[in-house]
């Protein structure tokens, strides 16, 4: 099967205005969205659209049929559209295809978490889709806030780059696909909306190899990376991930608030997310703070945040 197991290792340095820097292990699936009723079949803790132990539920990624807060020139599926298919596999191919990319006869394949005992949390699930010829096409980053807010970034063809075989950065084959953007997305208390987010993905393969930086002009204030090794997605290997990685969504909302706090204690610059709420655009499942006028800037100064106010995620937590 194209469906696996990433054992990972993600590492977040922050370099400004305070340096901060941490180390994690977690593993992710790898599920090829035309496998997931073999999956459901052959694994007993994990079920497609059902409860179980793992639980992959299609309505939790791309909402394309959802209405899109702050829509922008570049999201032509809101123009023309809206993809409400419950089935994921369909959706991504309808919305490549609103950008240019035709998927007919391709396969996705999606690394993220599902439920585990019913939470879901993704900081960021990545879709690799290809072609019919089995050639990487495009790429989608879904980032999820803690405030269940959700924004794909979408890597076209444009983005696709081929490294020299004797590369060393092509630690994932020859294909990287590379992009540069605005975020508008409140991701953190502790970077704005406007810094503009680095992708460096490579197609997965035995390796996986995924970056993702945080830049303020030419100034590079945050690095996130995700590397991993493939392994076989069986009973045996999934059981004994579930003992070494225990609970492994509550684990990363656990640790994004406490890297959260420890922030705040080194006194890193924050401010609330209703602070620039017209700056936060093309994005699905608004929070209502979005709805409500932004306080005036020193309201941040005069009101330190408590742990329980301060939402990140775990790539601007660092």
Avoid at 211 to 237: P, S
Avoid at 261 to 273: E, G, T
Avoid at 285 to 301: F, I, K, Q
Wanted: charged letters at 20%; a positive charge.
């Amino acid at each position: 099967m194209n469906s696996c197991l990433y054992e990972c290792q993600i590492v977040h340095a922050r370099f400004s205005p305070r340096p901060h820097r941490f180390l994690y292990r977690i593993f992710f699936f790898a599920v090829d969205l035309d496998e997931l009723a073999a999956l459901d079949r052959r694994l007993p803790p994990f079920s497609v659209n059902r409860a179980n132990l793992y639980s992959f539920r299609e309505r939790d990624y791309l909402p394309t049929g959802e209405p899109l807060h702050h829509a922008g020139p570049a999201a032509p599926s809101h123009r023309l559209s809206k993809i409400e298919n419950p089935n994921l596999k369909s959706r991504v191919v309808a919305y490549l295809g609103e950008r240019g990319v035709d998927l007919t006869g391709g396969r996705v394949l999606l690394v993220t978490l599902p439920r585990v005992f019913g939470y879901l949390f993704n900081p960021v699930s990545f879709y690799f889709c290809y072609d019919r010829h089995g050639t990487p096409v495009a790429s989608l980053a879904e980032v999820t806030n803690t405030f269940k807010e959700m924004k794909p970034y979408f890597l076209g063809p444009d983005s696709l780059q081929l490294l020299a075989r004797n590369s060393r950065r092509s630690v994932g084959g020859e294909a990287v696909f590379r992009l540069r953007t605005p975020k508008h997305f409140y991701v953190s208390p502790y970077s704005d909306v406007d810094v503009a987010f680095d992708f460096t993905l490579r197609p997965p393969n035995g390796k996986l190899s995924l970056q993702i930086d945080d830049y303020v002009g030419a100034e590079r204030k945050l690095a996130t990376t995700l590397a991993g090794t493939r392994r076989e997605l069986t009973f045996a290997r999934l059981a004994w991930f579930t003992l070494k990685y225990p609970l492994i969504t509550l684990r990363i909302i656990g640790l994004i608030h406490w890297h959260a706090f420890l922030l705040w204690l080194k006194r890193v610059p924050w401010f609330p997310k209703a602070a620039r709420a017209a700056d936060q655009r093309d994005l699905y499942r608004p929070h209502a703070s979005l709805a409500r006028s932004a306080p005036h800037p020193s309201a941040a100064e005069q009101s330190p945040p408590t742990l329980a106010r301060i939402h990140v995620q775990p790539t601007d937590a660092a």
